[in-house]
């Protein structure tokens, strides 16, 4: 049975940092595509950053550039997203997916966390 869990959300002061971890159990880790997503209150999910099973990266918010970065140990079969310089527009409910696909991210069909939430305060 395929298990993804997240965590490392919180309450965070703006300018603060917050690391996210993500294990996934119960499938070949390195052959799968990880990616972190987020969504806020009344917004449609989003994706913020994925990482292809062969290690190349997508970033797919701009807002987070060059302040957000997704990485993946595979021995430890985990994916992290180190978050810097946190803005309270962060404040979302973010989610690891894992998909053993070609695209660039997991897609809906892939294995969802249920998320964990970070709140960033002004």
Known sequence: ?????ESG???VQAGGSLRLSCTASGLTFDAYTLGWFHQAPGKEREGVSC??????????AASVK????????????????????????DTAMYYCAAERTSRPCPTD???WGHGTQVTVSS
């Open 51 to 60: 990482i292809y099973w062969a290690g190349g990266i997508t970033d797919n």
């Open 1 to 5: 049975q395929v298990q993804v869990v």
């Open 66 to 89: 060059g302040r957000f970065t997704i990485s993946r140990d595979n021995a430890k079969k985990t994916l992290l997203l180190q978050m810097n310089s946190l803005e309270p527009g």
């Open 109 to 111: 069909a892939g294995y």
């Open 9 to 11: 959300g919180g309450l």
